[in-house]
């Protein structure tokens, strides 16, 4: 295998880590920049991956065929805006502390998963693989480029998707009146609430879309990685996302730079274990890297960052 066969692998393996993040992060920044800690992606990330893999084997039975994966995308996604207008509800309704509400958000997931995966599949710990799932979609004639075209023009569709939606999230939030007004809220509710924004209104819709966006990231990995669901198929993923949206600033580029360096440590994990010295080593030690990666960078990125002002902050009208 010569150098440029590896590097177009390495970068393509990074890419499929690194879709999963990216959707999260998206996600995260949606609910984080209207003023609402997202500590729950991880929970639903794993709501987005269990609902995939149940929808997907339920149309692959009702005879949905090689559309069942987009089948188990939509569903992830509808998921994933359920669980977080419980969030939602919880964090601007109640104003409850939404750090507590994350980490309920994340317990309940998965518990709930666990529980209907047992329900639906005669006690099993996981669901039935999966006949169909995603493929890699070639891009004719661009995927032949050496490095680049193994790389970036031989992905998953959700790889695609999800660089289209780091490209859309961007224009969106700086450069329409909705981006203006969800930050705004994000920044100084009072002053937005003073000037006709609905402060509790884009609030919600920063949350919820943080659910469809965090269970599509859940899907892509049932979709792609697994094919199917168990309790340790998320594994963590999602608080890498959040450290992702973090050293990335909440910004849409900078987040998906951000987990693409995630997405690089689990690749080398995974790539370096096909070579002969890597057999002399604990196989944990490749495992740990990319969350103590993700330990490193929050350490590093410690106090150079700035929130959202008004992020953590409950909101409440008669206070104006």
Known sequence: MNFVDIAGQLLNITLVFSTALIFAALGGMYSERSGVINIGLEGLMVSGAFAAAVMTDYATNAGFGALSPWAGLAAAAVYGVLFSLLHAVAAVTFRANQTVVGVVINILALGSAIYFTRSLYNESAQTRQLQYVFGKMPIPGLSDIPVIGEGLFRAYPTTYLAIVLVAVSYVVLYKTPFGLRLRAVGEHPSSADTVGIHVAKYRYIGVMLSGALAGLGGATITLTTTSNFAHNTISGQGF?????????????????GAALFFGLAGAVRNFVQLFEFSRQLPSELFYMLPYVLTLVVLAAAAGRTQAPAALGQPYDPARR
């Open 240 to 256: 890498i996302a959040l450290a992702a949206l973090i050293f990335g600033r909440w910004n849409p580029i900078g987040l998906a």
